[in-house]
């Protein structure tokens, strides 16, 4: 049959189906595949090129929208062994604990584990051979995402959602059941800046770097301060409120020293997509370190280990892995749904490792030798993309908030074996036929209403006719 006999009307239907055809079976093919070829298709998995050093420990989130949880993306944390088999999975729906947020390691080989509960912020001892609790400490204050024991008996708080702008670092001696030291957020920070009144600083990060002296990481102001206990006073300060260029929304801080004594901080930069590291000479900051952007999406923690990698958890990738200085991945874990915080049990908390200035790595690199492929083989996101191609014109603004919001809500919906852009074709594919479908009920309306006439007259006529 010659084309140019068809219809008009058929020949629009063809190009439409060969459209939504094209946008769908990327997506198909990628599904028929991970589901021939995975064990299990819808959870855990593992690439390793060489095996990690011990028992890695990952919490993750869980799926979180507006304080509601989902059975089917629980909160849980991970115990994955050197080649990548689960050892253990520990599932916060089993009781009471909605997200799982910071995970220790204590000297005990136990994990000192951070949760949200309904209203409250829940702090327990957990025993990984018998998987109960040592002992639990429930805090009245809401969403905390780090709590770490020290000096024995007592709980260093990051409390980030104190009502009234309150936000605050305190020491509660569980021994005393008492607040031993306070430390405001309102007295060293504009009640002006930061974000809004009920998530004001959203300190999510404080850690103890030596006798007295605090670290933490007010994300809402990006920037990442250390405290002295004794004098009250931000002693060092690395960012400043909406200064992008060097910290955006950051995530979990690591202190290093370099083996001259220079201050370094390794730390995930979160909105900016990378993780970076500065050192501090002649007081001021020098970025040694980058880590992305390509690559990564929305990256939650960052620890150097003792020989020279980095963990990093890469949230909205669902992933943690194991990277070389030069940025090739050696070891990863795919671990829906939005992984928050890695640890290496037998490193204990927070080991600390060289710096990149003292590996002569200093740099910037983009991820490497992913085995999971989770954005196609390391190719850039519909929103690294949208952000690229705008950039320097009119819809930069609206599209970088279009891509912001695109990488951070679509991961919750997207098939976790399928990448971004097999996602927006699905979206686009789906579009297309509604689209089509409004046309062709437009089309038809004489067709379809004469039909809809006919049935009901039929109708009629047979409801009349039993009733007779």
Do not use: C
């Amino acid at each position: 049959m010659n084309l140019r006999t068809l219809p008009r009307r058929w020949v629009v239907r063809g190009v439409a189906a060969l459209l939504v055809l094209s946008l769908l079976a990327p997506a198909g093919i990628s599904g028929a595949t991970h589901f021939a070829t995975t064990e299990d298709p819808t959870n855990l998995r593992a690439s390793i090129d060489e095996p990690a050093n011990g028992t890695t420990i990952i919490s993750i989130q869980g799926f979180h929208f507006q304080g509601m949880a989902n059975e089917n993306k629980p909160a849980r944390l991970v115990a994955v062994g050197p080649r990548g088999r689960v050892q253990w999975v520990h599932n916060g729906s089993g009781f009471d604990a909605t997200w799982f947020y910071d995970v220790d390691p204590l000297e005990n080989g136990n994990l000192l584990v951070t949760a949200t509960a309904k209203g409250e912020t829940l702090v327990y001892e957990l025993d990984i051979e018998t998987q109960e609790r040592v002992w639990t400490q429930r805090l009245p204050i809401h969403d905390t995402h780090d709590v770490d024991l020290i000096n024995g008996d007592e709980l260093l708080v990051a409390n980030m959602r104190a009502e009234g702008k309150r936000d605050r670092l305190f020491v509660y001696n569980m021994t005393k059941d008492d607040v031993v030291w306070r430390w405001q957020f309102g007295a060293h920070f504009p009640l002006s800046g930061g974000g809004k009144s009920h998530d004001w600083t959203h300190v999510n990060d404080i850690d103890k770097i030596g006798e007295g002296r605090y670290m933490a990481s007010p994300r809402n102001f990006d920037q990442v301060i250390v405290v002295n206990r004794s004098t009250k006073e931000i002693e060092m300060r690395l960012g400043s409120d909406d200064d992008y260029s060097v910290l955006n929304e950051q995530h979990n801080p690591q202190y290093l020293e370099s083996e001259n004594g220079t201050p370094t901080i390794l730390v995930a930069d979160s909105e900016n997509d990378r993780i970076v590291e500065y050192a501090k000479e002649n007081g001021e900051w020098k970025r040694t370190w980058n880590l992305g952007t390509k690559g990564l999406n929305w990256p939650r923690d960052a620890d150097r280990l003792p020989n020279g990698n980095t963990m990093v958890v890469d949230t909205m990738n669902h992933r943690v892995f194991e990277v070389t200085p030069e940025g090739n991945v050696v070891w990863e874990f795919h671990a829906p749904w939005a992984p928050y915080d890695v640890e290496r049990v037998n490193l204990g908390d927070e080991p600390g490792g060289p710096t990149i200035r003292d590996m002569g790595k200093s740099g910037s690199y983009n991820v490497s030798g992913s085995g999971l492929a989770i954005q196609g083989k390391n190719s850039k996101t519909v929103s690294f993309w949208l952000v690229e191609v705008t950039r320097g014109t009119f819809l930069q603004q609206p599209a970088n908030d279009f891509a912001r919001t695109w990488a951070h809500v679509t991961p919750w919906i997207r098939p976790i074996w399928m990448n971004s852009w097999e996602f927006l074709g699905v979206v686009v594919g789906l579009l297309t036929l509604v689209v089509w479908g409004l046309g062709e009920v437009v089309y038809q309306r004489k067709r379809i209403q004469y039909g809809a006439f006919e049935l009901f007259d039929r109708i009629s006529d047979w409801v009349n006719g039993r009733r007779i």
